[in-house]
């Protein structure tokens, strides 16, 4: 009898594990691909245009492309536990700080002979230029009290027409290959340097999660903002600095847009890059309504969201019916990580268990 309690409970801390769900997705997209296709796992050190080495195969593209996702869902991730609500202006914040990197790169000129600054300057701007953006969303939130699916959705409409007149609608291409080793390769290193970029983005917010309040005080507002003040916490600026987080996670990940392909455009950058980073969270187990969240799950949610995304393309799925199939598959993962299905799955398991004690 004890043996069989002692199952149920290990059962039972697996399934309640927050974990649990992205790394079971995880398992079963390998497992699917395994039998598929074995070289789905193959990765191959061969030369690039330039002639230096790189690594490349499907792993090698989930950690690249996998990485612009895991650090937004960083910033949304604390958005979505200190408010309630999700940023759905996302991609048109990459537009944005990703149109006004380029402009000071090139100098508002289309074709130039130079970058007219150097690149992290154009970076700060960028940074900068999210940072704002996520501001002015926080404002209508924490201030005006405009939901926030509604309060973003200013930014989702407007902001790609404001990306176009940053540059007076034209596409500018920087001229530095430099610039692309962002979104590329650094010679001599066959690692893609998003890999490294997204290692430090979360190396920083570990080290913030760890050394500063910030995490304590983004649940505390999510839980219940009326008793955050009453212990001294300021509901209205944890909710703008969250959204100020992510302007900066979106300026990361539109230095990386950009840097790919050393232009931009407006209409299609990071289009529905949004929705990726809100399931993210969710696949991740954390509440969609606010309160205690886990950031790595929501990390680890991400690269389950590309792993899928990836898996997808591998099986030569049409891309415009590729988001039917992903939101079947993505449904079913939500569903299956809802507090209410873990609890019945305890409770069969532990009557499967107790039968099998009882015969």
């Known amino acids: 009898?004890?043996?069989?309690?002692?199952?149920?409970?290990?059962?039972?801390?697996?399934?309640?594990?927050?974990?649990?769900?992205?790394?079971?997705?995880?398992?079963?997209?390998?497992?699917?691909?395994?039998?598929?296709?074995p070289g789905f796992f193959k990765v191959t050190l061969g030369l690039n245009n330039a002639g230096n080495p790189v690594l490349s195969g499907y792993l090698i593209t989930i950690l690249d492309y996998g990485s612009e996702l895991a650090i937004l869902a960083i910033g949304m991730t604390l958005v979505t536990a200190a408010t309630g609500g999700q940023d759905i202006s996302v991609g048109a914040t990459i537009a944005i700080a990703g149109s006004a990197m380029l402009h000071v790169l090139c100098g508002g000129v289309s074709r130039p002979d130079h970058i007219a600054t150097p690149i992290w300057v154009a970076f700060l701007v960028a940074c900068?230029?999210?940072?704002?953006?996520?501001a002015f969303n926080g404002v209508?939130?924490?201030?005006?009290?405009?939901?926030?699916?509604?309060?973003?959705?200013?930014?989702?409409?407007?902001?790609?027409?404001?990306?176009?007149?940053?540059?007076?609608?034209?596409?500018?291409?920087?001229?530095?290959?430099?610039?692309?080793?962002?979104?590329?390769f650094i010679p001599g290193i066959p690692i893609p340097t998003t890999v490294f970029i997204v290692a430090i983005c979360i190396v920083v917010i570990a080290l913030i999660l760890k050394f500063t309040n910030l995490g304590l005080y983004t649940q505390a507002v999510g839980i219940n903002e009326k008793s955050s003040r009453l212990n001294g916490i300021n509901p209205t600026a944890m909710k703008i600095l969250t959204f100020v987080i992510l302007?900066?996670?979106?300026?990361?990940?539109?230095?990386?847009?950009?840097?790919?392909?050393?232009?931009?455009?407006?209409?299609?950058?990071?289009?529905?890059?949004?929705?990726?980073?809100?399931?993210?969270?969710?696949?991740?187990?954390?509440?969609?309504?606010?309160?205690?969240?886990?950031?790595?799950?929501?990390?680890?949610?991400?690269?389950?969201?590309?792993?899928?995304?990836?898996?997808?393309?591998?099986?030569?799925?049409?891309?415009?019916?590729?988001?039917?199939?992903?939101?079947?598959?993505?449904?079913?993962?939500?569903?299956?990580?809802?507090?209410?299905?873990?609890?019945?799955?305890?409770?069969?398991?532990?009557?499967?268990?107790?039968?099998?004690?009882?015969?």
Do not use: H
């Open 1 to 37: 009898m004890s043996n069989s309690k002692s199952k149920i409970s290990l059962w039972r801390r697996l399934v309640s594990n927050q974990m649990f769900i992205p790394i079971l997705a995880l398992v079963l997209l390998a497992v699917i691909n395994l039998i598929v296709d």
């Open 140 to 184: 209508l939130v924490a201030i005006f009290k405009i939901q926030p699916m509604i309060a973003t959705l200013i930014l989702f409409t407007a902001g790609r027409s404001i990306a176009a007149w940053i540059n007076n609608n034209e596409l500018p291409i920087v001229p530095d290959p430099k610039f692309g080793y962002y979104g590329g």
């Open 247 to 359: 302007g900066l996670c979106v300026a990361v990940a539109a230095l990386i847009k950009v840097s790919r392909l050393s232009t931009i455009n407006y209409s299609v950058i990071a289009k529905d890059i949004e929705m990726d980073a809100i399931l993210a969270v969710a696949l991740g187990g954390n509440s969609l309504s606010g309160g205690k969240f886990n950031m790595w799950a929501s990390i680890l949610g991400a690269y389950v969201i590309q792993f899928l995304t990836t898996t997808l393309y591998k099986f030569d799925v049409q891309s415009d019916a590729l988001a039917a199939y992903k939101a079947v598959v993505v449904i079913l993962l939500v569903v299956f990580s809802a507090p209410k299905v873990r609890e019945t799955l305890s409770a069969g398991t532990k009557k499967i268990f107790t039968r099998k004690e009882a015969a």
């Open 128 to 134: 900068l230029v999210g940072m704002l953006c996520g």
